[in-house]
């Protein structure tokens, strides 16, 4: 194995030393950005040390962000001090919705008949929130706060903490195709379309349909996602995979 100890972490990864939250936090945050931003290529190692200097912080809330971080499948730790950003893989990609099928379609099938009529305005909100403004990073929270209330009022402790991992995991999967920079417009046309559906699905309250609704969409994304990492361009490979080819 060669040696890591002077690879940079390359990228617009950024200090928090000067930002109030705790250390762990403020430093999750920031790596976890620069993963599902591509700052930080799938396959490209980085050592411990170098990413601790370019954040600004010690190497106790560094090593602890990382930690979680495996733990999401973002990234391999090696027993050295250094670190990958955990490849782009089809049979990832498969197994994380795999799982996301089997629980989100039945919690929000479960909460239909109990969802208020002012919950049902909520979902409808985080959805022209989601694709009023169609920013990169100003994107990604309502998304995920709107499948996150799908589940809503069904969903145990455990429910929400099983799919906490899954959602971070596979949000960088639809990072790679769902990309409302590159064309914005039609971009949020389709998927706000695709969140209306579910929308509409909620107002019947039958619980069927809304399971139904939320499988398809689910589905539908994961066909999407593996059509596309078979399809990318050259340059986008370069981009998100971190092979040069």
Known sequence: MPDLEGVAVDGGVR????????AVDLVLHEIRR???SGELPPGRPFTVPA??????????????????????????LSPSRSAMVTPLDPDDLRAIYRLRITVEPELAALSAKDR???EIAGLDALVRETFGEVLQEAFWAPHRSFHAAMIEPAASDWDRRMLAPL??????????????VEAPESFAEHRAH???????AAR??????????????????????????????????QRWSGTGA
């Open 34 to 36: 620069s993963i599902l």
């Open 167 to 180: 959602w971070d995991a596979s949000e960088r999967y639809t990072r790679l195709v769902f990309d409302p």
């Open 51 to 76: 990413l601790t200097e370019q954040l600004g912080v010690s190497h106790v809330p560094v090593r602890e962000a990382l930690r979680q971080l495996e733990a999401q499948g973002l990234i391999t």
């Open 116 to 118: 208020t009529d002012d």
């Open 15 to 22: 200090s928090v030393a000067s930002r109030k939250a705790s």
């Open 194 to 200: 695709a969140h209306d559906a579910i929308v509409d």
């Open 204 to 237: 019947s309250r039958d619980p069927r349909r809304v399971g139904d609704a939320v499988r398809e969409h689910l589905e539908d994304n994961l066909a999407t996602m593996l059509h596309e990492m078979r399809t990318l361009d050259a340059v986008r490979r």
